[in-house]
């Protein structure tokens, strides 16, 4: 399934609507894989009854085909790419638009699974083959059965067409290859040799020889003419699942439940290579169509690309996310809590922004402590375990149950909880929170539900004899029993005031009970079907019921009469609740849906269904305003909940990274965040990271989230369809080769596909050596203009992984990235520190003057060289303090000088302190350095005077070195005010000095400290100095020696400069000043003296 986001559409792009997803992959085994013809998309067939569709060279999904409901067998595109073909277990044969993911027909006939499926060569027919021991050719325009082939004795489990379409082939679990005549259906010949099942067949390139693999562990070669077996390849020692011919028919691919893929050569019949496929088996494979690579699928959810020629896995076409289950606000909303397969995730509402992740397998039930302090989980492992929120340690793990854990719930005291484990268990326990004691076990044949009362004291239980009975929280024993049904109680709800309870009968009814004497007040009569829910409002004056007639009933508490039916479900209603304040409702159906219903009017305000992905959870946040919804599709949404407009996106990734986004595209995410999210025009798909610059606005999220407008501007599809990205493709060096020399030339071709070439950036392993600002702007889109750029890539002894990006004109979209790793054998010197360390004091315009940055810059970089000194062959400090010296171009000047000497395995250091702003400048929105020759501070006059972020970025790339640290000790005056810094926020859409600090360590791929977060200002005046370059100072001095081994690395530098200007900014100036810091990789920058 997919995770669709909604987004501003792109009238430019015909109508159509970019579409923000995560990539779920599939979940579970894989039982089919082929490549398109033209080799740029591949499509696989999975056990989850589902296909999906994926981009070559970069593995990310395109779209997921759905409509099958049992497992898809096989799967195939038509010869001109446009269809693809599926098979399943549910006896069917679909046919699907590759451009929309729509299915176009479906071919019903067989009554068995269908394991087999291929379009003829002109793709006019399909050949399917099935457990019902048939083949059967049908006319793809029509859906009409033109014929069936019968012949074999069992079920059939590969079909195939000859090259010409006059034949086709089967493989059967009787062991045999039957050879057909397509026009007339009539078995031609039947070939015998294998001991055991043929589980696949394929005619060679000429269709002279044909192919079998079988669950006897061999592969045969066949003359189709003579009938006669040509050749065994042995060396499988599990089935063979899969075989196929290489394009040029010298080789042969299998795959086996031995779990190794081989590459055989036929004219030796020897394996050439072994690959390790997938723990459980291989169960197919394909060829490319220049036969140099290979996909696998099989028992795990991933199907992997092979480079043949090395036997090296080129990439993974897998999932990133799973289901968002369980989800829940914290009682003061400013939290937010999900789960997934293998994570339980605590989110700051407010912020927009993930807190802390447990790996917690498969937790199917949580809640919050009634303080908010703590977090509870129940797990398919069992276990029930309480956790700290604001730590996100465990504190206990409660054991008892001895099957999975369905349901935890607080008492409204906090005191105790309910947990309620599954089949073949069935009990619910009430504990004590503060001891782990049990106090009391209901089992299966004891209770359907249990509910505390409002003052905690006391427990309701429901019963099959059809009583209820009320329990004693402190002692476990029984106060009261109530009778009166004829049937089943199915539910029940304490009211807001503990006087009385509200039960729900398969006998249709609703019954209000007193609690004190345990009699029955009130019947409510309505329903035609099973009472399965019932609530509460919270003044006590409604009930709400839901039941298996599909229906919703209001119900006048005082007189049992209806007062409103709310319908719109197609199944039963499962769930009724109302929001905090009354005002809305919330419906659980078995129809796959939720629906927020306006309970005044009756108006169904939103259906939680997700047409891509069925919505697993709904509640209301305690102030009702908002609901918090969790997918199968991976997101947790958050959701206006009078208008039912989303808010904001909520997503957990298996690899530990997090984003959070908007409807409008602006996103918050961890580091590597952004690259697991994808946006799809047609059937072109894009890496959210790809829109970074443009889009990655933490503050703007954060405004969504607090109810805000957020400014407008250019939307996914706009600049995908005005401004696409180029392509980038290294042609030279070739990947893999071995230098001896300690720098390369690097040729790139790029390739403008309409919105200009910009930015040009060069990275080695992760640093950026080489930054090319191009600009290159190419009218029409007729053809595309290839541009070749070269540049000198220095390198260091080892290993080098070399990527080069490109960005549109606009640079708001970089490109996907050109990829090589090369080995050098040259031998480094010692490397050096050079650092550039800049202090601007006076300014152009006086007003603006500082005190402290020429003191703290030449503090600083006496500081470091102390430090330094000990780990490098020389230190080269650069200092520039005076007014002359600090201009826009006297900087660039120096910048350019240290350019020229610096070598890869060089330690270089810019430190400024200065004044910083962030201002929109021709329309664009960037984070400046105002330099000493800046007078004016218009906006224009500051695009022209100042060091812009872009080239800083460019400045900072252009040094060859591989460590680089960048150090803003700046400061912005002049803000003040929340409902100020909130229209600052709109006007610059969004960005801020900590954001652009973090687009500034993405770009160049090094760390980078600034000395305040969002609209702080830096703090001055602590010691002689400002408070950031002080503790800086303090941390090279030797406090950042975290690990006490006598070195100040990167992040232990980080780690206490963070933490200590935090603290010392509330102690000493009673406010709070937070660093941005973004490191890159971690070492050495120091040593303790």
């Keep these: 399934m997919t995770a669709c986001i909604s987004l501003p559409g792109s009238t430019a792009f015909a109508g159509e609507k970019p579409e923000v997803f995560v990539q779920m992959g599939h979940s579970k085994s894989i039982y089919s894989v082929a490549f398109s013809p033209d080799g740029r998309s591949v499509v696989s067939g999975s056990h989850d009854n589902t296909i999906k569709l994926w981009e070559e060279s970069t593995g990310r999904e395109i779209r997921t085909l759905q409509g099958h409901s049992l497992g898809v067998l096989s799967v195939v595109f038509s010869p001109d790419g446009r269809s693809v073909l599926s098979g399943s277990l549910d006896n069917t044969i679909k046919l699907w638009d590759v451009s929309t993911g729509r299915e176009i027909r479906t071919f019903q006939g067989h009554s068995g699974s269908v394991s087999s499926v291929v379009f003829s060569p002109d793709g006019r027919s399909v050949l399917s083959g099935s457990w019902d021991k048939t083949l059967k050719l049908w006319d793809v325009s029509s859906g009409k059965e033109l014929r069936t082939f019968q012949g074999h004795s069992e079920s059939i489990y590969s079909v195939v067409f000859s090259p010409d379409g006059s034949s086709a082939l089967s493989g059967s679990y009787d062991k045999t290859l039957k050879l057909w005549d397509v026009s007339t259906g009539r078995e031609i010949r039947t070939f015998q040799g294998h001991s055991e099942s043929v589980s696949s067949v394929v005619f060679s390139p000429d269709g002279r020889s044909a192919l079998s693999g079988s669950a006897d562990k061999s592969i045969k070669l066949w003359d189709l003419s003579a009938g006669k077996e040509v050749m065994t390849l042995k060396g499988h020692s599990g089935r063979v699942k899969s075989v196929t011919f290489s394009p040029d028919g010298r080789f042969v691919l299998s795959g086996s439940a031995d779990t190794t893929i081989k590459l055989w050569d036929l004219s030796t019949g020897s394996a050439v290579s072994t690959m390790k496929g997938d723990q459980g088996g291989v169960s197919s494979v394909a060829f490319s169509r220049d036969g140099q690579y290979a996909l696998s699928g099989g028992d795990v959810i991933v199907v992997r690309l092979w480079d043949l020629s090395t036997g090296s896995m080129v990439r993974t076409f897998q999932g990133h996310s799973y289901f968002a289950d369980a989800v829940v606000f914290s009682p003061n909303g400013r939290h937010a809590l999900s789960c997934d397969l293998d994570v339980m995730r605590i989110w700051d509402v407010s912020k927009g922004r993930e807190v802390w992740s447990a790996n917690e397998r498969w937790v199917s039930s949580a809640a919050f402590s009634p303080d908010g302090r703590s977090v509870l989980t129940g797990s398919v492992g069992q276990t029930i375990k309480l956790w700290d929120l604001s730590t996100g340690k465990e504190v206990r793990t409660f054991k008892g149950h001895s099957s999975s854990v369905t349901s935890v719930v607080f008492s409204p005291d906090g005191r105790h909880f309910l947990s309620t484990a599954g089949y073949p268990d069935n009990s619910t326990k009430l504990w004590e929170v503060s001891t782990g004691r049990t106090v009391k076990t209901f089992n299966s044949f004891d209770v359907h539900f249990t509910r505390f009362s409002p003052d905690g004291r006391s427990v309701l239980s429901g019963s099959p004899d059809y009583t209820m009975k009320l329990w004693e929280v ?292 992760g640093a950026q050596v080489a930054n090319e600002t191009r600009g290159v702007m190419v009218k029409g889109r007729e053809a595309a203009h290839e541009t070749m750029l070269t540049f000198i890539v220095p390198l260091l002894d080892g290993n080098n992984e070399i990527r080069a990006v490109a960005f549109n004109k606009e640079n708001s979209m970089e490109s996907n990235p050109a990829l090589i790793s090369v080995i050098s054998k040259a031998l480094l010197r010692k490397p050096d520190l050079y650092a550039l360390v800049i202090g601007i004091n006076e300014y152009k315009n006086k007003s603006i003057s500082l005190t402290y940055a020429v003191p703290d810059a030449l503090a600083f970089a006496e500081t470091l060289k102390r430090a330094a000194a000990p780990l490098f062959d020389k230190t080269d400090i650069q200092t520039l303090t005076t007014p002359e010296a600090t201009t826009k171009e006297a900087v660039t000047k120096a910048f350019e000088e240290l350019r020229l000497k610096i070598k890869p395995n060089d330690l270089f250091v810019f430190y400024d302190a200065s004044h910083g702003v962030v201002d929109v400048v021709n329309d664009e929105e960037q984070y400046f350095l105002l330099t000493s020759n800046v007078l004016l501070l218009s906006s224009r006059h500051i695009g022209e005077d100042a060091m812009g972020q872009k080239d800083l970025a460019k400045l900072i790339g252009n040094i060859p070195a591989q460590k680089k640290i960048v150090i803003l000790d700046t400061c912005n005056a002049g803000k003040g005010g929340k409902e100020l810094q909130i229209a600052l926020l709109q006007q610059t859409r969004g960005l801020t000095e900590s954001t652009a600090v973090k687009l500034l360590q993405r770009a160049i791929g090094s760390a980078v400290f600034s000395a305040s977060s969002d609209t702080q200002q830096a703090l001055e005046g602590y010691k002689g100095h400002g408070l950031f370059t002080y503790v800086l100072m303090e941390g090279l001095r030797g406090k950042a020696d975290i690990k006490k081994d006598g070195f100040i690395t990167v992040l232990g530098l980080a780690d206490y400069v963070e933490e200590q200007v935090t603290k010392l900014s509330e102690e000493v100036f009673k406010r709070q000043q937070t660093p941005t810091i973004q490191t890159g990789a971690n070492f050495p920058i120091g040593k303790v003296q």
């Design 474 to 765: 402190s002692t476990g024993s029984e106060v009261r029993t109530y009778k009166a049904y004829s049937s089943s109680n199915t539910s029940a709800v304490f009211s807001p005031d503990g006087r009385s309870v509200l039960s729900g009968s398969a006998d249709n009814t609703i019954k209000l009970w007193d609690l004190a004497t345990g009699t029955e007040v009130r019947t409510f009569t309505g329903h035609a079907g099973t009472v399965t829910s019932v609530a509460f409002s919270p003044d006590g004056r409604y009930v709400l019921s839901g039941s298996s007639d599909t229906t919703m009933i209001l119900w006048n508490a005082s007189s049992g009469e209806k007062a409103r039916t709310f319908s719109g479900h197609a199944n039963w209603v499962t769930s009724t609740v109302f929001s905090s304040d009354g005002r809305h409702a919330l419906s659980g159906s078995m129809d796959h849906t939720i629906k927020l219903w306006d309970v005044s009017t009756g108006r169904e305000i939103k259906t939680f269904y997700e047409e891509t992905g069925v919505t697993l959870s709904v509640t209301f946040s305690p102030d009702g305003r908002h609901a918090l919804s969790g997918h199968a599709n991976g997101a947790a949404k958050i959701w206006n909940a009078d208008t039912g407009n989303e808010i904001g996106a909520l997503v957990g990734f298996d690899d530990g990274e997090w984003i959070v986004i908007t409807p409008e595209g602006y996103f918050n995410a961890s580091p590597n965040g952004a690259k697991n999210l994808n946006v799809r025009i047609g059937n072109k798909v894009y890496g959210i990271d790809q829109f970074y610059t443009k889009f990655y606005r933490p503050e703007l999220v954060q405004l969504a989230l607090a109810g805000k407008e957020v400014p407008k501007g250019d939307t996914f599809g706009d600049i995908l369809v005005k401004n696409p990205t180029p392509i980038v493709r290294i042609a030279s060096p070739v990947s893999g080769e071995t230098i001896d020399t300690g720098s390369i030339t690097l040729s790139l071709k790029i390739i403008d596909n309409g919105g200009g070439i910009g930015n040009v950036n060069i990275y080695l392993n």
